[in-house]
């Protein structure tokens, strides 16, 4: 499997706090059957981009060598998890921002912000500067919250999902929880990934929150979402096999 959406990284943002606790995160996606993973640490001030991709490329050198030094054998591939408010519309070449230098970003919006119609306009800017938006965790944002049938206006941009493997176990709710399965249910994932901070809470054991949900995902399923779409994306390959109903609040109903 392949993680796009981890905070893998020691001392750049609130994830990892040392190379020894990246290894241990390594080492507990290792055996979830991860076999590599996107750094994404939060990004959040577009004038700083050349200085921040600078040191998170350090940081992901100085891990894959500290990983194969310690015979862990987890590939490290670049990205960044980027915070998309109203000011992003004065950035028009997001080449820096992308995962592994492909065509898609993983997008953080406002986790409060009400209005999905915020985020529309948002998204309609990225994907006119040629970029496909991923929305990490759409299941933890109010605005989806109250309304679920925002999420099919969305897509009309092209802009994919990725939902948290915690969020089907309960971890952040239930209220995120129906979301998740309302989602995966209709269509509306594309990827699971950890969001991994810490190996003591949110950590990199992707294979045993998917167990813990006691979800049953159809045949083949599981593959497209952690293996064959982040293939993909590391490859920047057209996503084309996506199959999306039409999602409301009572869909589980």
Avoid at 1 to 11: E, F, G, N, Q, R
Avoid at 119 to 140: L, N, S, T, W, Y
Avoid at 150 to 164: C, M, T
């Amino acid at each position: 499997m392949i993680d796009i959406h981890a905070h893998i990284l020691p001392l750049v943002d609130d994830g990892a706090k040392s190379a020894i606790e990246s290894l241990s995160l390594c080492e507990t996606a290792l055996k979830n059957s991860i076999e590599a993973i996107v750094a994404t640490p939060h990004f959040n001030k577009y004038e700083e981009i050349k200085k921040k991709s600078q040191l998170r490329d350090e940081r992901i050198s100085e891990l894959q060598t500290y990983l194969d030094t310690n015979k862990c054998p987890i590939s490290i591939y670049p990205g960044f998890e980027v915070y998309c408010g109203e000011e992003i519309a004065q950035v028009t070449d997001f080449s820096d921002f992308t995962i592994n230098k492909s065509r898609y970003m993983l997008c953080e919006f406002d986790f409060f912000e009400p209005d999905a119609l915020v985020f529309m306009q948002i998204i309609d800017h990225i994907v006119k500067c040629g970029v496909v938006p991923i929305i990490a965790h759409p299941e933890r944002y109010k605005a989806f919250l109250e309304d679920y049938e925002s999420l099919n206006y969305i897509r009309r941009w092209g802009a994919l999902y990725q939902l948290n493997a915690g969020s089907f176990t309960g971890a952040y709710g239930r209220g995120e929880r129906r979301l998740a399965i309302t989602m995966l249910q209709c269509g509306f994932c594309d990827f699971i990934a950890t969001d991994a901070h810490s190996i003591h809470s949110r950590s990199t054991n992707l294979k045993e929150m998917l167990i813990d949900s006691q979800i049953d995902f159809a045949s083949g399923e599981l593959d497209i979402m952690t293996v064959h779409n982040p293939r993909r994306i590391l490859e920047n390959e057209e996503i084309t096999d996506i199959k999306r109903g039409f999602i409301t609040y009572d869909a589980l109903d």
